[in-house]
């Protein structure tokens, strides 16, 4: 299986910073690299696809990066609705691994 | 538009099956490129991938788990089924199914559906 590492495991912020949350991925999966952030009780909402392809309706606040084994989702100007956990997925091989999440909580 | 839910038991007895079905709207998983995954995610911890089928009946299973799970699909009754065997209590999740597709190569779940809790106990 292709090991998904997320860091850090959570971090705090204040509304208005830049967040930078990493991947790292156990081989290389070129661009096969999506982000989910999903608030409690609820369902993972896709955010960026193919590492840096905003998903439809997704504030252009969120942008994504990397290839081969390191990728990294920033999040400028952070907002109150971003607080969340953030999760990211490969494609590339099988299974489609998640990372271990990312908690972005309140300062 | 399109939106799935999921439906099954939210308490399963330790060693029986689970049979979860995900019914869905707003799409066919007759379209070329389309998919459908299981997701699952134990309480407080992360999400965790089990199984794809898609549009041409191919499918990808978990390793660690294919030996436990069958996923398979009725076009006509825009349903997807999941099935897994030997249910333990570390089986234990919320369940998601969700709508997949390729973009710009990579596969991804655009639409989720709202999960369905299911606790093993005995």
């Known amino acids: 299986d292709i090991q998904m590492t997320q860091s850090p495991s959570s971090l705090s912020a204040s509304v208005g910073d830049r967040v930078t949350i990493t991947c790292r991925a156990s081989q290389s999966i070129s661009s096969y690299l999506n982000w989910y952030q999903q608030k409690p009780g609820k369902a993972p909402n896709l955010l960026i696809y193919?590492?840096?392809s905003l998903q439809s309706g997704v504030p252009s606040r969120f942008s994504g990066s990397g290839s081969g084994t390191d990728f990294t989702l920033t999040i400028s100007n952070l907002q109150p609705e971003d607080f969340a956990t953030y999760y990211c997925?490969?494609?590339?091989?099988?299974?489609?691994?998640f990372g271990q999440g990312t908690k972005v909580e309140i300062k | 538009q399109i939106t799935l839910k999921e439906s099954g038991p939210t308490l399963v007895k330790p060693t029986q099956t689970l049979t979860l079905t995900c019914t869905f709207s707003?799409?066919?998983?007759?379209?070329?490129?389309?998919?459908v995954g299981w997701i699952r995610q134990p309480p407080g911890k992360a999400l965790e991938w089990l199984a794809l089928?898609?549009?041409?009946?191919?499918?990808r299973y978990s390793p660690s788990l294919k030996s436990r799970l069958t996923i398979t699909k009725d076009t006509s009754k825009n349903q997807v089924v999941l099935r897994m065997t030997n249910i333990d209590p570390v089986d234990t999740a919320t369940y998601y199914c969700?709508?997949?597709?390729?973009?710009?190569?990579?596969?991804?779940?655009?639409?989720w559906g709202q999960g369905t809790l299911v606790t093993v106990s005995s």
């Open positions: 997925q490969q494609s590339y091989g099988n299974p489609r691994t």
């Open positions: 969700a709508h997949g597709q390729y973009g710009s190569g990579s596969f991804y779940f655009d639409y």
């Open positions: 089928i898609y549009w041409d009946d191919d499918n």
């Open positions: 707003g799409f066919s998983l007759g379209t070329s490129e389309v998919g």
């Open positions: 193919a590492v840096s």
